[in-house]
């Protein structure tokens, strides 16, 4: 997997089916926690001006261009990047694997009140079959997030 980096940031040359692959390739590694980000233009700019999110973007286990902006930055420099993997793509895709294959699990982390059940009840309509872990909104206090990861990891 060839990779470029932008403006400081990493972004790694994968499709929507390899980063698909990659995402069950690294679930399946039970005790090992993987971030993967889609990366924007704006997250790229955030990078630029702060060291510690920047090394987070460059430390992820998988980094997808999520805006056009950076594909059109790869191609102007004959970097590797052919298209774009947004979130929302690769949550979908994830969902369809999910249901299809049964190798993936999702927990739906974000939002406020009932958001993150909504996506999960789309989801299902979406993809009838899919593995749900769990779902919350994203609004807890720092002394809770503790709990919420070992909510998530034992999902």
Known sequence: MGSIVILGSRVDAVGRDEAVAR???LAGRAKEPALVVT???E???????????????NGAALVTCDTIGL???????GGPLRERVTGVEL?????E???RAG????????????????AAAALQHLAPGVQIAGARDGYFTP???AAVAAAIAAS
């Open 23 to 25: 995402i069950a390739e």
């Open 39 to 41: 990366l924007g233009v």
């Open 43 to 57: 997250m790229v700019m955030t990078a630029r001006r702060d060291p510690s999110f920047r090394a987070l973007v």
């Open 71 to 77: 594909l059109l930055a790869s191609r102007l420099r």
């Open 91 to 95: 949550v979908a895709a994830l969902a």
């Open 97 to 99: 694997r999910s249901a």
């Open 103 to 118: 190798d993936i699990r999702l927990y739906l982390l974000g939002g406020s009140g009932a958001t993150a059940q909504a």
């Open 143 to 145: 002394e809770e997030s």
